[in-house]
């Protein structure tokens, strides 16, 4: 595990259309190896930024779908008109927490 070269970590970044710029033909084989594992790295790295962000939405998402429902069953609790009462908070929170897919990095 090499340190990544800052210049990889710009190029990784960079559009494609910028790929001739490279002249890659000036490294060696073992270099250019090297160089396709540190890609490979620095792409799986951000690939789990990318998971963490969406991830931290996600539960930040379902903390408020919970406040939500826990709102909406007092709210009910209160309403006299109902009967049942705790048959819609569940249903919906079933509904919320059935589209609840865990991400696997």
Same mark, same amino acid.
């Given at each position: 595990?090499? +340190? =990544?070269?800052?210049?990889? @970590?710009? $190029?990784?970044? %960079?559009?494609?259309?910028?790929?001739?710029?490279?002249?890659?033909?000036?490294?060696?084989?073992?270099?250019?190896?090297?160089?396709?594992?540190?890609?490979?790295?620095?792409?799986?790295?951000?690939?789990? +930024? =990318?998971?963490?962000?969406? @991830?931290? $939405?996600?539960? %930040?998402?379902?903390?408020?779908?919970?406040?939500?429902?826990?709102?909406?069953?007092?709210?009910?609790?209160?309403?006299?008109?109902?009967?049942?009462?705790?048959?819609?908070?569940?249903?919906?929170?079933?509904?919320?927490?059935?589209?609840?897919?865990?991400?696997?990095?």
């Amino acid at each position: 595990n090499q +340190e =990544i070269p800052h210049w990889l @970590e710009v $190029y990784s970044r %960079a559009s494609q259309v910028l790929d001739h710029k490279l002249k890659w033909e000036l490294f060696r084989l073992p270099e250019l190896e090297c160089f396709n594992a540190m890609l490979t790295r620095l792409y799986k790295h951000q690939l789990e +930024e =990318i998971v963490m962000r969406y @991830e931290a $939405y996600r539960s %930040a998402l379902m903390c408020e779908i919970e406040v939500r429902l826990r709102s909406m069953g007092r709210a009910l609790a209160r309403n006299t008109n109902f009967t049942k009462i705790s048959e819609v908070p569940v249903d919906v929170k079933e509904t919320a927490l059935a589209h609840q897919p865990e991400t696997k990095i």
